[in-house]
């Protein structure tokens, strides 16, 4: 199992993508970068649970039955399968340094050193971090996530006879696919919303930015209100304009009354059916460089 981990050029990773989305789980099946088929099942129950300050996997057996299930009916010849996980299982973070050592085991030291000081880690945390160059400055993308919710993920896979070797959350893998079609100049910021929480991830050209989280519902101003001032803090304090705001939202909120830098991925419907839906299996490579 890997999250978040570089493969080598060349190692494919497999067609298929499941992403569990609050009440959602999507089942993506690709041939290279074509979309071949794909469904969507509707859980009873949300896929967390925030206990106590912990967040726990909360899928009835009722429902690992019903995924299963599907999986046999629509995919019986696939075993393995890339996991995207709900971004507000996770803590991300862009941390910026102006030197950082040569050797990975002495970048990592550091890297936890750093995000620790803004978020205390337990000692069950899965951390693992891609570098930027940005200047004379260098900007780690930092995501941890507790070994309990990895294991969580691979052992359900297990029972219904998928392996997991690969890991990843749809607001990163969704940067890939936005990458690939956004005509921004300077930089753009995704908007993942969904009822368990939202994440507002700031990029540039070359470079993460900013990433922030926040748990629970917001509703439609509250996003807006969060996006402008992600937008205004990327301008003033990281000096990157935002040419595009893309907004990801699985619920039947209407977006389209929103003028410039606001984007909404629903536009793109002509081209991309239900892309709501696919974008961030859309932005999972052939492999990982």
């Given at each position: 199992m890997e999250f978040l981990t570089k493969f080598l050029k060349g190692v494919s990773l497999p067609p298929l993508s499941i992403s569990f989305?609050?009440?959602?789980?999507v089942f993506v099946r690709k041939e290279g970068k074509a979309v071949k088929s794909y469904f969507v099942e509707e859980l009873e129950e949300e896929v967390g649970k925030l206990k106590e300050g912990e967040w726990t996997i909360n899928l009835?057996?009722?429902s690992v039955l019903t995924i299963s299930q599907r999986i046999t009916k629509n995919l019986?010849?696939?075993?393995r399968a890339v996991i995207l996980i709900p971004d507000f299982l996770t803590n991300v973070f862009v941390i910026s340094f102006e030197h950082l050592p040569q050797k990975r085991s002495e970048i990592e030291s550091?890297?936890?050193?750093?995000?620790?000081?803004q978020f205390p880690l337990k000692e069950d945390s899965v951390?693992?971090?891609h570098l930027f160059k940005k200047n004379k400055e260098t900007k780690a993308l930092v995501v941890s996530v507790s070994k309990p919710i990895i294991h969580q993920f691979i052992s359900l896979m297990e029972s219904i006879g998928i392996k997991t070797p690969f890991i990843s959350i749809p607001v990163i893998t969704m940067q890939n696919f936005i990458r690939n079609i956004s005509s921004a100049k300077n930089?753009?910021?995704i908007v993942n919303r969904l009822p368990e929480g939202t994440s507002f991830f700031g990029f540039s050209i070359s470079s993460a930015i900013i990433f922030r989280g926040k748990i629970g519902w917001l509703s439609k101003s509250e996003v807006v209100d969060e996006a402008i001032s992600t937008m205004k803090w990327m301008e003033e304090k990281e000096g990157v304009k935002v040419d595009e705001i893309w907004i990801r939202d699985l619920s039947h909120e209407r977006w389209d009354?929103?003028?410039k830098p606001f984007l909404t991925l629903s536009s793109l419907e002509n081209k991309f059916r239900d892309i709501e839906i696919?974008?961030?299996h859309l932005g999972i490579p052939e492999w990982v460089e």
């Open positions: 989305e609050d009440r959602k789980v009835s057996e009722r019986k010849k696939l075993d550091v890297v936890r050193w750093r995000m620790e000081k951390l693992r971090f930089g753009w910021i009354d929103l003028g696919l974008a961030p």
